[in-house]
């Protein structure tokens, strides 16, 4: 059972871009802590990046029927794409959004998301513990399925 986990624009930077609003630790750390909660909760991960719109949705295509879950931050495509929110309105599977700062906090321009019409549930504000939140509860939704 795999989880596909997506980064957006600009989340390569996370650690060294606006460090007070994303905090210092990097994609890399982050990725390691969804691995280490994946394999605790009997799942496995697959964590990727990209500032091409194009790459997300070919990501989301592949994924869309079986993967137990998305978990995604679309960065600031969350405000602007209505491409990706087609695509993950294709899914079949649980979709997550998540966000590292509290976007309703920020500028007007954040607090409207497309994304969220095709989100199974919504994260912000969390940090990057919003990611390992996001995964415990596809887990949880994984397993209520099953039974
Ligand atoms: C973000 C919030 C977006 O508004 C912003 O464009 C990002 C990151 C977050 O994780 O808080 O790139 O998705």
Not at 11 to 29: K, S, V
Request: hydrophobic share 40%; charged share 20%; glycine share 6%.
């Amino acid at each position: 059972d795999t989880v596909l986990i997506l980064n957006g624009p600009n989340l390569n930077l996370l650690g060294r871009r606006q460090p007070h609003i994303y905090g210092h630790e990097t994609l890399a750390d982050v990725e390691a802590r969804c691995r280490e909660t994946a394999a605790e909760l009997g799942l496995s991960v697959v964590f990727h990046q990209s500032n091409a719109e194009h790459q997300l949705i070919d990501w989301i295509h592949e994924y869309r029927v079986d993967a137990a879950g998305i978990v995604i931050n679309p960065g600031a495509f969350t405000h602007t794409s209505v491409a990706i929110l087609d695509a993950l309105n294709a899914c079949e599977v649980p979709v997550i959004e998540c966000h590292i700062s509290n976007v309703h906090k920020r500028e007007a321009f954040r607090h409207h998301s497309y994304v969220s019409l095709a989100a199974t549930a919504v994260m912000a504000g969390f940090g990057t513990h919003g990611y390992v939140l996001a995964l415990r509860h596809v887990a949880q939704l994984h397993r209520t399925k099953g039974d």
